[in-house]
């Protein structure tokens, strides 16, 4: 049971570049979610997943896009990279009304 | 909205002294309250957790009670090791038709010195 996994651990690009962070999940949890962690601040959320073809904006979702085609995968998509948006990336996941579990997290830097 | 304060760190300490890490809440209804830590290069770990008013969550050495009455869910600790420096965050999930989704605290900074 490996959990929450994400991929890349880290990445550097380039101001206008896309990608794509990866996120799966092997608990056969239906909630999944996205958050940002910028230096000295809480996460913030990007956006969130309460089952497969269901997504919804959250606190800070400008500049992404999401997709949950299964229940266990949860991509998150960069398009047009910039500055602000380096940060750490944390997916998690959980089932109805329990504990969220979190992956080990994506450091992206823009430049 | 929701949200969530903690006390401003960094909180430095020598090990076994006592520790307190203050943390209030606003939100409407009753949301469960909780306590993440983050270690240096890992993704968060839940703490403990607190789902009603007057219960103590405990984890490991360390505690937290939800009081309604003064919106709070302070973290305590008797006695710090070396090993229990990280980041801890605060943090409530509304309930109902939140889908489990967290608000948090911006974070305390811990570093405990032998």
């Known amino acids: 049971n490996a959990g929450v996994t994400q991929t890349p651990k880290f990445r550097i690009l380039k101001i206008g570049q896309s990608m794509t962070l990866q996120c799966a999940q092997d608990m056969n949890h239906n909630y999944m979610y996205w958050y940002r962690q910028d230096p000295g601040m809480g996460l913030k959320l990007i956006y969130y997943s309460v089952g497969a073809g269901i997504t919804d904006k959250g606190e800070v979702p400008n500049g992404y896009n999401v997709s949950r085609s299964t229940t266990e995968d949860f991509p998150l998509r960069l398009e047009l990279a910039a500055p602000s948006q380096t940060s750490v990336y944390f997916c998690a996941s959980t089932a109805v009304g329990d504990t969220q579990y979190f992956g080990p997290g994506t450091r992206l830097t823009v430049l | 909205g929701d949200s969530v304060t903690q006390m401003e760190g960094p909180v430095t300490l020598s090990e076994e002294a006592f520790l307190t890490i203050n943390c209030t809440y606003t939100a409407t209804g009753y949301p469960s309250l909780f306590w993440y830590v983050q270690y240096p290069g890992e993704g968060l770990q839940l703490l403990l957790k607190?789902?009603?008013?007057?219960d103590k969550g405990s984890n490991k050495g360390f505690e937290a009670t939800y009081r309604k009455e003064t919106t709070s869910f302070h973290l305590e600790k008797g006695s710090v090791q070396v090993s229990d420096s990280a980041v801890y965050f605060c943090a409530l999930s509304a309930g109902g038709t939140s889908y489990g989704k967290l608000t948090f605290g911006q974070g305390t900074i811990l570093t405990v010195h032998p």
């Open positions: 607190a789902t009603k008013a007057d």
